[in-house]
């Protein structure tokens, strides 16, 4: 099993920044891949981006590319999204996610098995 907890929401302004954290505990070594997934109310949970635990490859969403940067610590087992020039629209509850299994996507919800408790993302205009 593994045990995720995020952490760094708040807040913000229109093109502020912030940066979300997500600690990993538990048996790490299953992981394949982790990613962010966001969910606004009323609104399906939507892939942000995403990161193999190994290599390190990253894909994000158009709509967050050149403004969000996702990276991990194998060391610390963290995870985190550098979020900057942040919109209105990106505000949603944010949700990190492990994978066990190896994918060519990681793009889709059923793909993950661990999820976070969410951490909160307001972007005031």
């Known amino acids: 099993q593994v045990q995720l907890v995020e952490s760094g929401g708040g807040l913000v302004q229109a093109g502020g920044s912030l940066r979300l954290s997500c600690a990993a505990s538990?048996?790490?070594?299953?992981?394949?891949?982790m990613g962010w997934f966001r969910q606004a109310p009323g609104k399906e949970r939507e892939f942000v981006a995403r990161i193999t635990w190994s290599s390190g490859s990253t894909v994000y969403v158009d709509s967050v590319k050149g403004r969000f940067t996702i990276s991990r610590d194998r060391a610390k087992n963290t995870l985190y999204l550098q979020m900057n020039t942040l919109k209105p629209e990106d505000t949603a509850g944010y949700y990190c996610?492990?994978?066990?299994?190896?994918?060519?996507?990681?793009?889709?919800?059923?793909?993950?098995?661990?999820w976070g408790q969410g951490t909160q993302v307001t972007v005031s205009s």
């Open positions: 996610a492990a994978a066990k299994y190896y994918s060519t996507n990681y793009r889709d919800t059923a793909e993950y098995d661990y």
């Open positions: 538990g048996r790490t070594s299953l992981l394949n891949a």
